[in-house]
Every structure is written in structure tokens, then in C-alpha cells.
């Protein structure tokens, strides 16, 4: 049984300056909280999400038996993250499609739906807002910051924008900064995306249509991305949808992998929005907290205070534990306290949301950690 | 100074049974040849081509300077397959867009271009059609077949489906068949054309357009497949197009490696055929000479009498040194005289078509011993 999450809203008349020098008001940011933040508000943890999440990260929706949040095995009452002790907090990032202000609302400015005219947003910003809505909350420092991929880096963020509010940052299956074939893949999901003829130069609401080609491309290429290999081979193969006998047809569905291809692409382009996905991919590409330093991220990772978690997964080719360590040698060269684990795991990216003993574990263990340090 | 290469064309009135069930006739191939058929007709070499090459496999074409045929560097007077030595046959795969019969010709069952409904093909098809051509050029016997990627498989098929027409196949960075992500990469592809509006259900012909959009998609995927994680580092890293200054756009040019790919995306839509992409892709799919023996590779390859070279390189992901090695493994168990070469290149799968001094000699020292037999 799981508990019952109840998503909370919260509008910000004041202006939110962006990166881009743009800024965004009027906007209001979905969270939900678990558990309870103690007297000494020292208590809390804030969990990033990635591209395809949102606010919702444990529980089930009252009456939706079938509503479990997106990280519901790492999180709740006698979970690795124990809401028992711990006063989580999740909120939907600016300019995503599950709550948050984003393309498909109106601009205040204008009157008119923002469509591809919200500003673009970076991984900065995104903490920046959430900053405000710990304010809110009355959380003043996290006892951590959690995050997976996208997440992961939103939680290193963290901890060189407010360093004095961050005890811990736990990085999982994330990275520095995208290498040149992670900004590829984003390239050629965003141009099937824009170049979709119902994607109307991003403002397909008032034509009442939705660029759901564009949209299942894209979610074919992320797809192949979280998989390893390997399991991709256990689960898919070569095995034929269809018994033992090939139809040879070149757009009918043969092999079970496009099958599950195809479904995901479709299930996908039912909910997600287009110029979400753009706003999402482009602050992947542009987070690189080593850029104002010449690209040496020992000197841009000096700021951060921190103790740190990274975690890592064997078979992700997304992002390798290669990448990982980059983030682990940049601390230990500015004598950090870090701890880090490559998990031999067969499931690619997507690992880092299965249900892996090791993995949950050894999150289970590091929160053990933080919790006596107030307990 | 490139030699002067010049196309051929020979037209088979007689239908060719496919492995469908379908059959084709009235089809042409286009074709050429380097080098002189010796008296003893030994020294035949036939080089298979993968998805983007044809017939056109080295030389220029009269007057045009830059019309070097795609393997260049390998074949010619003096290169490792020299053709002052060796009568080197290129032919354009039946379904191409180069000159062959394709999807874009008049099917003379009905008067009407193909488009779709040009029949499926499978790389045994592609051998057999290549067998009747060297029937008309008096080859009854090759000193060797050659391919990369796709043409490697084809390669490898001809031992399978003519053990006696072949005493040397050398078949590099190709596999035995393609695993699952490899199958996955080609579907995205694939719909991404046949989605695209102006795809018309594959008869695109008749309304004027051509589906361009779909083209790039395929295009760029393919190229993130075709090079690998470190070259594309190297090559383009995080370099910006312009200068040092973001410009915070999802859907401008922002990266370099951006802009490679949509000039590579765009440049392909241009010129080559969707039906065709659609058909190879399938092709590729399909090959696994191990099927007919419940995946027993050892059991599919115990008809093939020639002796093998097989090449691949280590940074490979398209088709990695693994899928490589077992072909060699089944070969060997099968006590066949195979040599193996894995070569360290950092370019990914495209380095069978590149300059590599290792590479290139290790062609031009088997190719010596294989002329060395009818010297």
C-alpha cells in the first residue's frame, strides 16, 4: 500500500530573472511534500526530477490505485529515503507539462498562450526557482538534494548556487555537462519536433493540433538511449512480433523492439508537451558548470561544500560512469568529502529507477547517514 | 590523379525469385569495372557496397574532378586492392537510388512507378542478383568478395549461397546480424520517413514532393551511429557555431555538432531515395544467415569453403569488434583458415572508409597473398 500524495500549488507574482537575461512572472510551481519537516527544519530533502517526471515522486493519488510517483521505490515510509525521518519535497520544474507554468499557459505579457515564446530555461534557473519555494516552505538548508540524470545535475547545481543550504547532494546516473553525442541525440529529437508540419513554429495550441510525430521520434531515440544494450538483447533480441514467419514489409511492425518502440512513442505523444520537450533538452545541453572556468570543473566544483554521494551504473551509455567520475575527481581535487559507486547493472540509464537491491541500498545506507546527523 | 570510371548498365529481362516469394523483371543493374579480367579469369574481385555507395566504387567520372567513388583509398592502380592486378567489379544493388532499378522506375506489371510497392529485398537477394551479373562478365569464379558494414554481410553471404564461386571473403566492421538497438536505430529511421507527410504512403513521386524531413531525421541518426562517442568529442566537443555567447534558443543553431548534423541531414534529403532507405534498412534487418538454424551460427556458416579476413575496429558500437569475433568463433569451430584483425582506430564505424595506414596495409598484404595464388 502506498501513501496518499496530495500535489500542492504555489503562484510568485515577483519576477523570476532567468540566465538568458529574459525573466518569467506570474508563475506558479506544483511540489508535493512527504513526511514532516522536524522543529529544527533540518529535516529536508529536495528530489530533482528529469525530463519525463514531475512534482509526483512517491505515493499514489487518492481514489488512482494506479498513480505511484515516479521514484515510488526510493521514496516513502520505511523506503531508502525514510519519509518516517525525512520532510521530502518534490516540485515540477518551470516549463515542463505536469502542473508547473509552461508553453501550453498563458503569458502574462501577451494574454496569448506562450507556446515556443517561454523563455528558455537552464539548470540554474530551475534551482533558483525552487530555492524560492523552499523559502516558502520555510527551509532554509536541505539536509539533501536528490536527483537521477537531468536531476542529478539540478542536485550538483545546488550545491555551487547555495552552497550554505546543501549538508548533502546525492548524484546519480548524471554528468558534468552532455558530451557531443548527448547533444546530438537532443538535436535530432528537437528537429523531428520542429520540423513536424503540426508543429506550427511551436504554437500548435491555437491550431488544436499536437506534433505527435515529431513527438513519438523522440521518444523512440530516448527510449534506445535509457537501454543498455544487453538488456535491450534480453528483453527484444531479434525476436519477431509475429510467430517465426517474416512478412517482409518495410513499414508493417516485424520485430518485438519496434513494437515497444512504437508504443512508447505513442503512449508519449499522448501527454507530453512539444515545447516542453525542446525547453527540456536545450538546459541539458547548455548545463556545463565548467564553462565559466575555462571547462576546468575542479575550479568550478571549488565553490561547493557539500558532502556528496555520486552513483553510477556499469551499462549506461548515456551517462557513463566515465562521466561520473570526472565529477568525483573535480571534488576529491578540492578535498571534498565524497563517496561513489559504480553499480554493475545490466539496465542502462534506466537503472538508476529499477529496483536494483545494491543500488537502494546504498542510498538506504547514505540516508542513514544524514539521518543521525539530527536525530 | 584518379583513373577515369565509367558506369555501365545491363538489363536482365528474366525475373529474379526473391526470397519473398515476390519475384522482379525487367530490371537493370548499373555497374563497373577496374582493372583487366586475366586469361584464366581468376582474378576477379566483386566489392559489395553498404546503404550510401553503389557501383561507383573508386576512379572519377570524365570531366568531374571530385567524383572519387567511395572507397577510393582501398581500390585503384597501386592501392591495396591494385587493380593492376585484380579485375574489380562494382554493382549498385537492385532498390538503390543510383542507377539500379529502384522504387523510384516503372514497374512493368503496371505501368506505374513502384514507390512502396517495390518489392522487399534481403542481402541473399542482392547475391543472387550479383551472381547472374558476373554470369554475363564470365566470372564463374571470384579470387575474392569485399564489403564493409552492409557489404560485409553480403560478403559473407556469398560464401553461404555460392561456396564455390568464392575463394577469399574479406568482410569488415560488419556482424552477423543485427542485435536489437541496431534493429531499433533503423525503425526510428524508418518512421520518421514514413510519417512524414509528404511521404504519401511511399508514392511521393506522383504528388512532386519528397519526404525531406524524414530524409534528415534518418540522416543524422545514422550519423551518431556511424561515429563514435570520442570523435565526435574531438571533432566537436561543446564547441558553440558562433563565437563564446549562448544565444538560450531551443530551435537556432547553438553547437557545432548541431550544425554538422543538420548539413549532413540536409545534404542527404537531396539526393537520395526514402523508398530505398526504407528497403536497405530492411535488409539489414533481416540478414541472419544463423535463423534457418535456431541462431546456431557455427551450423550457418559450415557451408562456406573460402577463406576469410575479417576486420573490425575497437570503437566501433554500430557493429563493435564483439559481433566480429563471432563470426570468426563460428569459422573456427568449423576449422575454416580465418584471419582476424581488430583494429584501433578511434573513429568509430565509419573507419572502414577512412585512411588508416594499419588498415589500408593489412587489405593491401591479404590482397598480395591472394594474388600471389594466380601469379
Redesign the interface.
Known sequence: MSFIATPEFLHFPQALPL????SIRDYTLAYETYGSLNAERSNAVLVCHALNASHHVAGVYAGQDKSEGWWNNMIGPGKPVDTNRFFVIGINNLGSCFGSTGPMHTNPDTGQVYG?DF??LTVEDWVNAQARLLDHLGVQQLAAVLGGSLGGMQALSWTLQYPERVRHAVVVASAP?????N???N??A???I????DFHG?HFYQHGVVPK?GL??AR??G??TY?S?DV??E????QLREGLT?K????DI??Q??SY??YQ?DKFSEYFDA?TY??I??AL??F?PA?AFGGNLSQALARATAQFLLVSFSTDWRFSPQRSREIVKALLDNRRDVSYAEIDAPHGHDAFLLDDARYLNLIRAYFERIAKEFA
Request: positive net charge; hydrophobic residues 40%; proline residues 3%.
Open positions: 540566465q538568458s537575461g529574459a515556443a523563455p528558455v555537462n552532455l558530451n557531443a553525442e547533444i546530438a541525440f538535436e535530432v528537437r528537429r523531428a520542429v520540423t513536424d508540419p511551436g510525430r513519438r521520434i523512440m531515440i527510449h534506445i537501454l544494450d535491450m538483447n528483453k527484444f533480441g531479434r517474416l517482409y514489409s518495410t513499414q516485424e520485430f523492439i519496434e518502440l512504437r512513442g515545447n525542446l525547453l533538452t536545450r545541453d547548455y556545463d564553462r
